[in-house]
């Protein structure tokens, strides 16, 4: 019987499906320093991970039994998948599961910086009874994100998502991406069907300077220049408001502080951190920075989705 090793977790519909074909599937958490032996005694051929394991050339080099790799979500960058490639095992990810989840989390994101919903859900417990008006006078000058310009960076499957769901509200989508020119978005509409444009991407400085929402999808990569730092960020209109929801790092948390700071930025809503799973604590209690602690993918329908893709590719592999 082939073995898997979701150390992550899987939903229980990828399981049975996987359990349906005759794998045999283990969910028990293995911590990372006892992988190898784990992977070794059990002789467990499929490792599946989300973004806590770290898969790196000690677990490749040192399991021989290993013949699939797969990342339940998008990025990558805890798996060395290039090196696992060249020692001839299958690596694969989901990327199309979880796109709407992570869009809709951005778009959570965005109406609670417009509205303040941050500060005004740790406010409002303590002082609701007491100063009420006062909370009240701080929190009314939202704003609203219909006829707003969004700026999408990273123009794959997500960030189409995000621009089908800011086309539903009445935005202007502006897209940056140096490996796509432009991309067919659907709009799906209950009852009417699905409406379809064209957007075309533009230059990253045509977007930090036009966009009055910026939203992030973009691989992350350890040791290399974020995407954003002081020179992007200087670039943007003053009061803009930005989400990352693609990696830790692809913002320069320093940068992103300091902008909040100054004001530039005026909000900013953060799934993802550069030091995960051990945020900076100013980052964290800043009053305008809306926090979710990595979970762009965390739902009950995302996971299903994943769950299942997941176990066609096990199924496919064996299949072959």
Partial sequence: MIKVLANDGIHNAGKSA???EGFEVLTDKVAQDQLIEEINTKEIE??????ATQVRKDIIDSCPKLKMIGRGGVGMDNIDVAYAQERGIDVFNTPA?????????VFAHFFTCA???????????GKGNTDFKVLKKNYAKGIELRKKTIGVIGFGRIGQAVASTALGLGMKVMAYDPFLEE??????VMGVGKIKTVIKTTTLDDLLTNSDFITLHVPGSKGTAS???KNEIEKMKDGVVIVNAARGGVIAEDALLAGLESGKISTAGIDVFENEPQPREDLLKHPKVSLT????????EAQERIGLEIADKIIGFYKK
């Fill in 18 to 20: 996987l359990e349906n």
């Fill in 46 to 51: 499929v490792l599946l991970v989300r973004s």
């Fill in 97 to 105: 599961a979880s796109s709407q989840s992570v869009a809709e989390l």
């Fill in 115 to 125: 509205r303040f919903l941050q500060d005004a859900n740790r406010q409002m417990p």
């Fill in 183 to 188: 991309a067919e978005i659907g709009l799906e």
């Fill in 227 to 229: 995407l954003i730092d």
């Fill in 293 to 300: 602690p990595h979970i762009g993918a965390a739902t009950n």
